[in-house]
């Protein structure tokens, strides 16, 4: 009998390099938002060829601070895709917009690019396409969608009107790293918002961080300034600035919101950072034996390397041929008891409470379902050794045999 192993699903990868940085900072006697915060925007900005960065707290808060930049509120409606987790459609909620769900498409675990057009309407000002696991979505067809609707937009600022169509605003909590037709996630949407939690492929424990494409007529430092004051109260000077000799006078210049990054935080980015390119390799190192070694049987992987997309390899899901929720839970069961951490990516939006009080129904969006009903997602991360992979896909093929 195969000795029982624990697999957890997707510990953090914390090494010596990142304990001595945090220890740095501690020592350095500034561990709120100081100079390695800093340091780690201006780091993320050059890992993802943009001409800025800003770090915050979390993906959600680099989402809603994005659509606060943008100046979205009430009145105004923001697509999303019904297949993702909750913080994608929940900031639009939070800014006063109204949330418009589209399915997945047919055989997808991304947003139907077919549907994205009939979906847009006088009042949408930005769409929020999810990447998954790993795999960025098809930002081309999104674009198409959004131009050949370009007739509809109307503007309620400046910057809007500076786009001229629905703004893109790419969850990206998935895919640093990843790359489409050769660009950088971060490069590709006009803003893209990444998340740095403690199951991300890159942690600072909690953690996220926005880029955007430069655009014309605007100067990157305004729109920083813009994020700045929204993340710290709207204080004209953040504690940083106010160290400087005679500088402590500040200024509210509007009741904002508390979502900065710390340089605690930043310091694990900064060491993980360093060390990303070694751990998106080892990631896709440990999905191509995956794949071989789930080959003989009946279960489509998500794809994560094609020729448009190099995926950073974020999760692996899987989706049980012509089986049903009930079965897949089973299969989850079997699993833990033989001591693999398993997950499901994503219980659809329209399945939950907080979805089905604002009138969303499953329903009517069949694709997700059937995308969820038999999705199982393996562990991956850079802690497990080439035997654990062979232990988890054995375990899987023992629990295929006994769930009938």
């Known amino acids: 009998m195969t000795e029982l192993r624990s697999i957890p699903f997707s510990p953090p990868d914390i090494t010596d390099e990142e304990i001595n940085e945090v220890i740095d900072t501690l020592r350095s006697g500034w561990i709120t938002t100081g100079p390695k915060t800093k340091l780690f925007?201006?780091?993320?900005a050059g890992y993802c060829n943009t001409s800025k960065a800003v770090a915050l707290n979390s993906a959600t808060s680099a989402m809603e601070m994005t659509l606060r930049v943008l100046g979205i509120g009430p009145g105004d409606e923001v697509i999303t895709s019904a297949y993702t987790y909750t913080a994608s459609a929940s900031v639009i909620t939070h800014v006063g917009a109204k949330i418009v769900l589209v399915d997945t498409g047919k055989e997808s675990f991304h947003i139907d690019y077919e549907a994205i057009a009939d979906a847009i309407t006088e009042k949408t000002k930005a769409i929020i396409p999810v990447d998954i696991g790993g795999v960025m979505c098809?930002?081309?067809?999104?674009?198409?969608?959004?131009?050949?609707?370009?007739?509809?937009f109307k503007p309620s600022n400046d910057l809007q009107k500076s786009f001229g169509r629905v703004i893109v605003l790419a969850d990206a909590a998935h895919s640093i790293g990843s790359t489409y037709k050769g660009k950088m996630s971060g490069e590709v949407a006009d803003f893209t918002s990444f998340s740095f939690h403690a199951v991300k492929n890159i942690t600072t424990a909690e953690g996220g961080a926005v880029t955007w494409k430069d655009i014309d007529g605007y100067d990157n430092e305004e729109i920083y300034?813009?994020?700045?004051l929204l993340s710290l109260h709207g204080q004209s000077k953040d504690a940083f600035a106010k160290t400087k000799p005679g500088a402590w006078e500040y200024d509210i210049i509007a009741p904002n919101y508390k979502c900065n990054m710390t340089d605690i935080m930043a310091s694990l980015g900064l060491a993980q950072l360093r060390r990303y390119p070694s751990i998106v390799?080892?990631?896709?190192?440990?999905?191509?034996?995956?794949?071989?070694?789930?080959?003989?049987?009946?279960?489509?992987?998500?794809?994560?390397?094609?020729?448009?997309?190099?995926?950073?390899?974020?999760?692996?899901?899987?989706?049980?041929?012509?089986?049903?929720?009930?079965?897949?839970?089973?299969?989850?069961?079997?699993?833990?008891?033989?001591?693999?951490?398993?997950?499901?990516?994503?219980?659809?939006?329209?399945?939950?409470t907080a979805y089905k009080h604002l009138g969303f129904k499953m329903v009517d969006y069949p694709n997700a379902y059937d995308m969820y009903r038999n999705e199982i997602t393996m562990p991956l991360h850079t802690l497990l050794t080439d035997g654990d992979v062979e232990y988890v896909v054995g375990r899987l093929k023992e629990a295929l045999e006994e769930v009938k």
Do not use: W
């Open 138 to 152: 098809d930002y081309d067809k999104i674009y198409q969608a959004v131009e050949s609707k370009k007739k509809l």
């Open 41 to 44: 925007e201006k780091q993320i």
């Open 281 to 352: 390799q080892r990631r896709k190192e440990i999905i191509e034996k995956y794949d071989m070694l789930i080959s003989d049987l009946d279960i489509t992987p998500l794809k994560h390397y094609d020729e448009v997309n190099q995926s950073c390899g974020h999760l692996y899901l899987l989706r049980l041929k012509g089986k049903d929720e009930a079965f897949r839970n089973e299969i989850i069961i079997k699993m833990a008891e033989s001591g693999v951490s398993t997950n499901v990516h994503y219980k659809p939006l329209p399945m939950h």
């Open 225 to 228: 300034k813009q994020y700045m």
